[in-house]
């Protein structure tokens, strides 16, 4: 299984950015998905995930309402919408699949494969 991320970049605070995420080597539907965010100096924690059918969705508190998950299983994709961006949300972005995890897996060591990243800059 392949993760590539992409649509990051610099935006200012109370702008939003629409992340991807392609999944390749096997058939999406079979795997749950999730954003996880990395900021410097900081561990890396959990953002959103999706179940397999993209039905059930489950969110970090500190992104409700901001963000949001979503996944084409037809296209291999999934996307992380984001609003209202504050200086806070900068990091670097990463997508993550399981196929054995139960939906809403909210821990790293729960997801076994990884995209490389995608930098979000928020200025003030």
């Known amino acids: 299984v392949q993760l590539q991320a992409y649509g990051g970049g610099l935006v200012q605070a109370g702008g939003s950015l629409r992340l991807s995420c392609v999944f390749s080597?096997?058939?999406?539907?079979?795997?749950?998905m999730g954003w996880f965010r990395q900021a410097p100096g900081k561990e890396r924690e959990f953002l959103a995930t999706?179940?397999?059918?993209?039905?059930?969705?489950y969110y970090h508190d500190f992104v409700k309402g901001r963000f949001t998950i979503s996944r084409d299983n037809a296209k291999n994709t999934v996307w992380l919408q984001m609003n209202t961006l504050e200086p806070e949300d900068t990091a670097v972005y990463y997508c993550?699949?399981?196929?054995?995890?139960?939906?809403?897996?909210?821990?790293?060591?729960?997801?076994?494969?990884w995209g490389q990243g995608t930098l979000v800059t928020v200025s003030s």
């Open positions: 999706s179940s397999r059918g993209g039905g059930s969705t």
């Open positions: 080597g096997d058939a999406m539907r079979n795997y749950i």
């Open positions: 993550a699949a399981d196929r054995f995890s139960r939906t809403g897996a909210t821990t790293q060591e729960q997801y076994r494969s």
